[in-house]
């Protein structure tokens, strides 16, 4: 269908109105709404107030290391509405460029233990690093975390996993450089949240695994919490080879009492100390509720309960 020279001339009426327009924005440093339309190789094309702008990945709202990550999260950013200032108009090419790196976001609040979605935006050796601004719909802009391959889910294998793929994934909070921590392993929420940490001065049951784990990977403590033994001099003064010995002679499926002497915050890893004279019973460990595994006095520490009627545990 031909367009008359009539339609023709009012629509380039109306792009120069809106071009002046856009000017006069730009000489006011006004703030305008602006909605992304098309992923370009180095940034977006856009649309605001009806005129197609163009906006550069440098000077979108959040910045990311590489423009990989804008390609792997840029059909999401489709039809999403920003705000920028218009920095260049150019009347003769109609060509209209866009800066939205300005102030424009609350801060999400976040929680820890809460699940949230995201999009893998770079995969490395040792694991993945994720936006979960996706979770939010972009209303919070970018929230960048980063989980470890050893933080996946049991069931999800780290080869399958690539970036521009979504995932769920926990909120552990931030570490000591501010920056966002995420897992699928719900025993790094505890960790994050103090909880195996209130366990130190506590005996505590403990399943030993296989021999071929490493030393913090063969002893479990309630059933959840990985431990390690700690065989020393200063622990057994009279008997530490002895005890070297038969920590190591432990069968695969034996429950022993340990003391919890401290933990290691970093690899998640609860520091034992075998007490071999109080040896309990073979008993299955899964199956048992905590005030079942541990001691009374443990347990009050643990869980801070003031009342005895709580947890009928026979006093020795």
Known sequence: MKISDKENKKKKDWKSERL???EIHRLHLDTLPFKIVEVKEYGFLAKVKGIYAYISFHHMPWKYVNRDAWNHVAPTLIGKIFYSKVIKVDMERISIHLDADLPQFKQAELSIGELYRGVIINKKKY??????GYHFNWRYGSIVGLMHKSQLDV??????????STTVVIYLGENE??????????????WALGIPQQMVGQNVWVEVGSNEVPPDRRFIVLGKYRGKIIINRILYPTGSKKMGRAKKALPEGEIITCEVLGFDEKRRVLELKWLKKNQPEKI??????????????????LL????ENDYKVEEK
């Open 304 to 307: 801070h309960i003031k009342t």
């Open 284 to 301: 299955p460990l899964y199956g048992y509720s905590m005030n079942e595994l541990l001691d009374y006095q443990s347990l009050v520490n």
């Open 127 to 132: 694991g993945l690093f994720i936006d979960i």
């Open 20 to 22: 002046h327009e856009l």
């Open 155 to 164: 069931l999800v294998n780290f080869d399958d996993m690539e970036a521009g």
């Open 177 to 190: 450089e501010g920056k966002v921590s995420l897992t699928q392993n719900e025993t790094d929420v505890d």
